[in-house]
């Protein structure tokens, strides 16, 4: 699970040089927020002019947005607010920059990993692949995206929408002048990234270009202004819904037992099930769906992917969860969580290496 990263400016921190096995030299980042179970994490990347990427795919959704400068991918040149929604197992056509470009990249569901390839994974959910550019191709969306809704002058560009857990991905903006005196919470995790433009909220102040949440469910924000506008990239989890209220002091505890009661109005039987501990957990959600891996062997003809539940053979890497055996490479993402963030929220992850 990804600790509550909330303020942080990745404007504040050095990009330090990334060489994870499969990618090319001339890769830069800067970690946001970082999942000890998965490996999950969302950076910001800088490709160095010249940078050249191999056809190839990631074993974790991955989710892109350029920020500054453009890509070449494949045949075609993408700009500044290109996105792309890039299922685990799809292989993306070489990637390069002649002149460099700044990148937020999120891994959501594994640790960043590149296998070569120019043909996709068999499993693959090839069909959700999508990549738009955002800034120019999609309206503002003045409705916002669920109900209840934000204020006026929040506008929204949904991105994209998984069917099964209905995350979302979505630009939104905050218009000159906008203001919004309430408290809110989710039932979900949330990420934004401030593509432009600075808002303020009453428990964390100012978020200016750069400024970077990941923020656990039932958190407390708002209220919320910008007196000049801002441009950001939003994504959470599941399903979005607001809770609005206006007590700043109520605690995440206190959020979640209000939702509980509010389900259990809205959907009494629903909420009986989940407080009913007679009844079996589904282990995994591949109890019943067929899901792409999150790891795999080498493309190569390795043996296949194996698991108990406990231990699993990464590359004939046996390891137990929370323990990792990555290479010195991404150990080092994994302790940019402790050398980049200077928050007062408690870092408290066990890494056993």
């Known amino acids: 699970m990804r600790p509550h990263i909330e303020p942080f400016c990745d ?9 994870l096995r499969g990618f090319g030299m001339g890769m830069r980042y800067k970690m946001l927020s970082f999942d ?7 950076m910001t990347v800088q490709f160095d002019g010249g940078y050249k990427q191999v056809p190839g795919f990631s074993w974790s959704e991955l989710e892109m947005i350029v920020v500054e400068g453009e890509l070449q991918v494949g045949d075609r040149t993408v700009r500044k ?5 890039i299922p685990a197992g799809y292989a993306m056509p070489a990637i390069s920059t002649s002149q460099g470009a700044i990148v937020l990249m999120m891994y959501n569901t594994g640790e960043p990993s590149l296998i070569e390839s120019t043909t996709h994974h068999p499993q693959a959910q090839v069909a959700y692949y999508h990549d738009v550019d955002a800034m120019m191709d999609i309206p503002w969306d003045p409705g916002g995206v669920t109900r209840p809704t934000v204020a006026t002058g929040c506008l929204i560009k949904l991105l994209n929408f998984n069917l099964e857990s209905q995350a979302i991905t979505f630009l939104y903006c905050m218009t000159p002048g906008f203001y919004q005196d309430n408290i809110s919470y989710h039932d979900c995790a949330e990420e934004s990234y401030h593509l432009w433009g600075t808002s303020w909220m009453m428990q964390f102040g100012d978020i200016p270009s ?3 949440f990941w923020r656990p469910a039932y958190i407390n924000h708002g209220a919320f202004a910008s007196e000049f506008g801002c441009i950001a990239l939003g994504r959470t989890d599941s399903k979005l819904y607001n809770h609005f209220h206006y007590n700043p002091w109520s605690t995440p505890v206190e959020n979640a037992d209000r939702s509980m009661a509010r389900l259990a109005v809205r959907d009494p039987l629903l909420y009986n099930w989940t407080v009913d501990f007679d009844h079996n957990h589904p282990h995994s959600l591949k109890d019943f769906e067929k899901t792409m891996p999150r790891r795999g062997p080498d493309w190569e003809g390795e043996e296949p992917h194996k698991s108990d539940g406990h231990h699993h053979d990464h590359w004939h890497r046996d390891h137990h969860h929370h323990v990792h055996a990555h290479g010195d ?3 080092e993402l994994l302790e940019a969580v402790h050398t980049h963030h200077h928050h007062d929220h408690d870092h408290d992850h066990d890494h056993d290496h």
């Open 11 to 19: 404007r504040d921190v050095d990009f330090k040089k990334m060489g």
């Open 36 to 42: 000890p179970e998965t490996g999950g994490c969302s």
């Open 81 to 85: 607010g290109h996105y792309f929604f």
């Open 210 to 212: 750069g400024g970077y």
């Open 329 to 331: 490479e991404y150990n």
